[in-house]
């Protein structure tokens, strides 16, 4: 199937680039040390993307480690779709998951003494080691033990704990975005001299040490450790716009599409919907696009956010609604019903991007790749060919005329 035919779900569709990710993951594997393997971060459903398929690409690629994913039942999803890298819980795992999670071999992020006493008597039932990664908070203050004498002494706890493995250890970033990288280096520095009092105290080398995210990825290579856990720029776009755009080149993945539903001329003194906030000053056209803030195109984009059509660049004009929002085309001839509308991507000479969104919106890059809603069908291509239609965890079967979305 070619990708144009996912074209007939005129409503709307988010296409992904199969191929943009892979580029993703070997520009950044280009810049990464050779003895450093990838971790792609795929919570939230991939950022919006879809986990699965991204997942099944991580498959095949060798220097890609495994999963991380921020809670037990996103960890499950993988594994029910045959996804068989390690996958790792960035976030706290509650007690009713370990028995299902260790007998997946998920690995949870683990950093309090009931988890641990817990993860081992629920792998003594499952009759499997408890594979773990120690997370160290160097500097976030959001979970993981402290880098100190406690720390220590619970590491050394988890390493002679019966049926624990402890696999991992990592921190997280909380400010290696930025321009300055003083916070992260310290973070680093915390973390490195954490690990060697480990090592020296215990004589154990926790075999998988991390703590890069994307911006620690693209900037601090001297972090690079055993793996690095690439999130946003998994998906072609950016942690901040501090973060130096050189070392490595990135595609965007997503593109965003619908089509016209209505479009009409109007009179001068027309307003335009919910609270009359536009109002025409002259004869306009004006189209109707059946997307909304209920498939997470935000609200705050009301009567100043743009798309395009026919390769052009038009206004949005008063509030995006639920389902729909209206657009000025009166200076884009011959716009018709079923003309399609690209509110995040390239037509012709023009793109607009999810930063270009964010900006527009007041809102965060990352939060509206999270927020393309569950009802939009994802659209995956690779090589020219269309691969799949996947609806809420469903794959949509196709006959090229009609999508079937029952
Ligand atoms: C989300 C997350 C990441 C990925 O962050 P990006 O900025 O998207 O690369 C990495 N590590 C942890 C612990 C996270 O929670």
């Not at 100190?148 to 493995?165: R, T, Y």
């Not at 954490?194 to 972090?223: K, M, Q, V, W, Y």
């Amino acid at each position: 199937m070619k990708p144009e035919e996912c074209d007939v779900i005129k409503r709307g569709y988010a296409l992904i680039d199969m191929d943009a990710i892979r580029f993703n993951v070997s520009s950044m594997l280009d810049n990464v040390d050779e003895g450093t393997g990838m971790v792609l971060v795929i919570k939230t459903d991939g950022y919006g993307h879809g986990a699965v398929p991204i997942a099944k690409a991580g498959e095949t690629i060798d220097r890609v480690w495994g999963y991380a994913v921020a809670c037990p039942e996103e960890a499950f999803c993988l594994r029910r779709a045959g996804c068989s890298k390690p996958i790792l819980i960035l976030g706290h795992a509650f007690e009713y998951a370990y028995e299902k999670l260790i007998s997946l071999d998920v690995r949870p992020a683990t950093f309090t003494e009931e988890m641990l006493e817990a993860l081992s008597k629920a792998a003594s039932a499952c009759g499997r080691a408890a594979k773990i990664h120690v997370k160290v908070d160097t500097g976030m203050g959001r979970i993981g033990i402290r880098p100190d004498d406690e720390g220590l002494e619970f590491v050394k706890k988890a390493l002679n704990m019966p049926m624990i493995e402890v696999e991992g250890l990592f921190t997280h970033f909380a400010r290696a975005d930025e321009a300055d990288k003083s916070h992260a280096n310290r973070q680093i520095g915390l973390f490195e001299a954490f690990a060697d009092r480990i090592e020296a105290e215990t004589g154990t080398r926790i075999p998988c040490l991390h703590c890069s995210n994307s911006a620690g990825i693209l900037e601090l290579r001297h972090a690079n450790m055993d793996l690095v856990r690439a999130g946003i720029t998994l998906y072609g776009l950016w942690p901040s716009d501090e973060v130096s755009r050189d070392a490595v080149a990135l595609r965007p993945v997503m593109s965003l599409i619908s089509h016209v539903s209505y479009v009409k001329t109007v009179e001068p003194g027309t307003r335009i919907s919910y609270g009359g906030t536009y109002e025409t000053d002259s004869v306009r056209r004006i189209a109707t696009v059946p997307i909304g803030y209920g498939d997470g195109y935000p609200r705050s984009l009301s009567g100043r956010g743009e798309v395009l059509i026919r390769g052009r660049r038009v206004p949005i004009r008063g509030r995006v609604c639920m389902d729909q929002f209206m657009i000025d085309v009166t200076d884009v001839p011959g716009v018709r019903m079923g003309d399609k509308v690209t509110l995040i991507g390239t037509d012709g000479d023009e793109t607009i991007t999810m930063e270009d969104l964010g900006d527009l919106s007041g809102r965060f890059n990352y939060e509206l790749a999270c927020d393309v809603g569950k009802r939009i069908p994802r659209a995956y291509v690779s090589g020219g060919e269309l691969l799949d239609v996947i609806l809420d965890g469903e794959s949509l079967t196709f006959d090229g005329a009609n999508a079937d979305l029952s």
